[in-house]
């Protein structure tokens, strides 16, 4: 499918149009869309932030599509002492009291696999005492 309007636009000197290119890569496109409420979208940016900002590298984070479940993926990054789950619970809990949520109690589960960490949660806002 060709867009009637690549032709006028690249007289314009404007942009060319994905639609134009052959090769356009549409998954990678589709996978930037945020099918997510915008709350939850804050909430999975913020955690993010911190667990970089906590040292941790190669940070993905996937809803889960069940209240406020996520899998996240990351590697060690300069966390050295990160070498087994209950560790990566400790961290990823100061990563989530930063990002102003917290592990429901038996939420979580992580497995390490050297540098590798891979954990599923459920991440929940935290209530601020007034």
Request: proline share 6%; aromatic share 10%.
């Amino acid at each position: 499918m060709t867009n009637p309007n690549s032709i006028a636009r690249a007289a314009a000197g404007g942009a060319t149009d994905p639609l134009d290119d052959p090769n356009y890569d549409w998954m990678k496109w589709v996978m930037t869309i945020d099918f997510l409420p915008a709350a939850l979208v804050a909430r999975r940016n913020d955690f993010m932030e911190w667990a970089g900002a906590a040292g941790f590298d190669n940070i993905e984070m996937r809803d889960l599509d069940a209240h406020d479940c996520w899998e996240f993926r990351c590697n060690r990054g300069t966390n050295a002492e990160c070498t087994t789950a209950a560790q990566v619970e400790r961290w990823l809990g100061f990563v989530a009291r930063g990002a102003r949520c917290h592990f429901p109690p038996g939420q979580f589960v992580a497995i390490v696999d050297g540098d590798s960490i891979a954990a599923r949660f459920r991440l929940e806002p935290r209530v601020e005492p007034v």
